[in-house]
């Protein structure tokens, strides 16, 4: 008994030991498989980082992703599309915006532009919305045209009159702004203080440009750059912020009609132990547009046109209260805790309009609308990438499906590859577009993007989030608007332990 005790006590201590060590080697930050330090200018300097933890950029909420039923909040079709016939897909996790970019947002973008690129009276021109498109014949809204973008007392309100192509640009925009603050802000970048004081310009930061290392240089670099462990690098030796680093945002884009969907149902709330107990029709519970709550019993839910003439309710006594728009916090949150994901205004998201996506989906991530592209290289030799005159990488169509081997590239480079451009294209998924009877005998085509949502001048059927209208591209009205998403990177919400 007093042996099996001292073996017993051994192997605690040996055990103990091998925890200790593990930890120890952890807090070291030592290859679990080689056992070779991390971050060791003497062997070869490998850098990685064990303490990035995953967070949204400003202005979104994490998204728990999940399954659900795409269209199954449809519960009729009154135009008898059948379009978004019900079909169980998964949504991986993802952050979204909680409110719709609104006019103040929006100012800031042109004021951006007006700032950097002062003679360029193009670039502010095409990124200006649309404000013409609050006239109407026969109705006195002329004052919106000049009043709703700019004047203070609209600027929580949504912007309008932005085109899908125009929304894609913003988050874009939004994307490079986000990653030069967060550098400015650690001093890997010079502070803005000292940018202003510069008597040249330095070009405008882009993210994809700077992870290449064409962002750096006197006048651009800041006092707290990472060290450079590399073999051979000079003492003290710094350098620019890489992926690796976990420092910079992923990119702001328009959600996928299955996010967007996916967010605006919050069935969060409406699910016990991996089951969801109840569906909804809205993005709220119950099949009415008012809220059932003891305190807030009977206030609207959304802003939207509750019957034909009536668009805010009686004075004195008003329902949604909101004549065009309302300010993007306006009415209760859903249970993702996002504002408006029905009614105020419609939202682009990213898909190509098709009536029988449902068919060609994938069930995971389902989108449609991909379209493949590869940096241009203005060097091949050293990795440099060919620029635009806004300082933002040039894009070109993806030449494969796969990574090309060692030989294929050099040919690619030397211009003696035979192969054709790789037709990464599935947006019609293969179907014969016929351009010439676009506007005759159809409205769909390659250029048409879902928006989803209703609006302020919407019936409440269109607030459900299974509802999906299309619009070109390049057009816009006072009816929509847009938010932006982003992709999570690992899982905030990981596996339950």
Known sequence: MHKLRIVIAALFISTSLVSFYSCKSNRKNVSDK?????????????????????????GLIAIEGGTFVMGGSLNEDIAYAHDNLKRRVTVASFYIDET???NADWLEYLHWIGQNFPQDRKMYYDALPDTLVWRNPLSYNEPYVNFYLRHPSFQDYPVVGVTWEQANAYAQWRTDRVNEHILRQRGVLADYRTVSQQQHQNPPFNSDIYLNGQYQGQGIDGNNMPKDNRPGAQQNARRTVRMEDG?????????????????????????????IESNKTYPWNGLGVRDHKRRTQGRMMANF?????????VAGNLNDGGDITVPVKSYQPNDFGLYNMAGNVNEWVSDVYRQLSFEDFDDFNPYRGHVFMDNQYEDSETGKLAKDQYGRPVKLAAKAPRKQTWEELQAAQSGNSTEITYNNDVR???????KELYGKTTLVNDKSRVF???????RAYWLNPG???????????????????????????????
């Open 34 to 58: 080689t056992g070779v330090k991390y971050n060791d200018p003497y062997n070869g300097g490998l850098q990685i980082n064990r303490k990035v933890k995953e967070a949204p950029g400003p």
């Open 100 to 102: 719709e970019v609104s």
């Open 247 to 275: 420092i910079l945002k992923q990119a702001y884009r328009l959600p996928t009609e299955a996010e967007w969907e996916y967010a605006a149902l919050g069935l969060i709330g409406n699910t016990f132990e991996g089951n």
């Open 305 to 313: 046109k509750i019957t034909s003439g009536n668009n805010m309710g």
């Open 428 to 434: 019609g998924f293969k179907d014969e577009e016929q």
């Open 452 to 458: 989803k949502g209703g609006s302020w001048n919407d």
């Open 467 to 497: 509802t999906r209208r299309h619009m070109q591209q390049d057009e816009s009205n006072a009816m929509t608007g847009f938010r932006c998403a982003m992709t999570m990177v690992g899982n905030v919400f990981g596996p339950k332990k």
